[in-house]
């Protein structure tokens, strides 16, 4: 079992928006500003779409975007895309112990 | 450009010991803030994080497999090695290594590995 509770699958039409959730404790999520989300096509490695809870790395689309509240952060994609259509993992630093915790996924599908 | 690639072998038989090899370009682990992290990924399940190597030889490991794993790097080879002890057919998976920022995220990735468990 994930130590970052996600739905296990969101969809969407294209052009519409889509929000992921991922819920931590207060240990983790709640704590620190250091959540990031990965997108994941298959077969292939995850890639960073978000970091420091909603900031984009360089290239990312800006249809991507992340935000925080209390132990839960989000994932917010809108204008969804065909190529959209991926497994998302959030991921949170955990403090000094734990360190580095995952969520179990989403499959997002674009209908 | 920053690179990673993953090489080790791809069976190894229950009660072994994986060494898995991370060899990267485009950064030093001798910089400050730079770390390299391994994570996993059983067929069909979610990414697990493994342990992570910093520029000042600062080793984290995930709780539940800290006595199984060890990291270290060769700041010279521009390598970092994990060594999983005691392997399980369960610890079948892609494993991955990564870039870790100073904001504890993992911004590039080597192409993965796949590790089967099996006698």
């Known amino acids: 079992q994930s130590a970052l509770t996600q739905p296990a699958s969101v969809s969407g039409s294209p052009g519409q928006s889509i929000t992921i959730s991922c819920t931590g404790t207060?240990?983790?999520?709640?704590?620190?500003?250091?959540v990031s989300w990965y997108q994941q096509h298959p077969g292939k490695a995850p890639k960073l779409m978000i970091y420091e809870v909603s900031k984009r790395p360089s290239g990312v689309s800006n249809r991507f975007s992340g935000s925080k509240s209390g132990n839960t952060a989000s994932l917010t994609i809108s204008g969804l895309q065909a190529e959209d259509e991926a497994d998302y993992y959030c991921?949170?630093?955990?403090?000094?112990?734990?360190?580095?915790?995952f969520g179990g996924g989403t499959k997002l599908t674009v209908l | 450009q920053i690179t990673l690639k993953e090489s080790g072998p791809t069976l190894v038989k229950p009660t072994q010991t994986l060494t898995l090899t991370c060899t990267f370009s485009?950064?030093?682990?001798?910089?400050?803030?730079?770390?390299v992290g391994w994570i996993r990924q059983p067929p069909g399940k979610a990414l697990e994080w493994l342990a992570l190597i910093y520029w000042d030889d600062d080793k984290r490991y995930s709780p539940s497999l800290k006595s199984r794993l060890t990291i270290t790097k060769d700041t010279s080879k521009n390598q970092v090695v994990l060594t999983m002890t005691n392997m399980d057919p369960v610890d079948t998976a892609t494993y991955y290594c990564?870039?870790?920022?100073?904001?504890?995220?993992?911004?590039?990735w080597g192409q993965g590995t796949l590790v089967t468990v099996s006698s």
């Open positions: 991921c949170s630093y955990a403090g000094s112990s734990t360190y580095v915790v």
């Open positions: 485009g950064f030093s682990l001798s910089t400050s803030g730079v770390g």
């Open positions: 207060s240990s983790d999520v709640g704590s620190y500003n250091l």
């Open positions: 990564a870039h870790r920022t100073d904001g504890h995220s993992f911004d590039y």
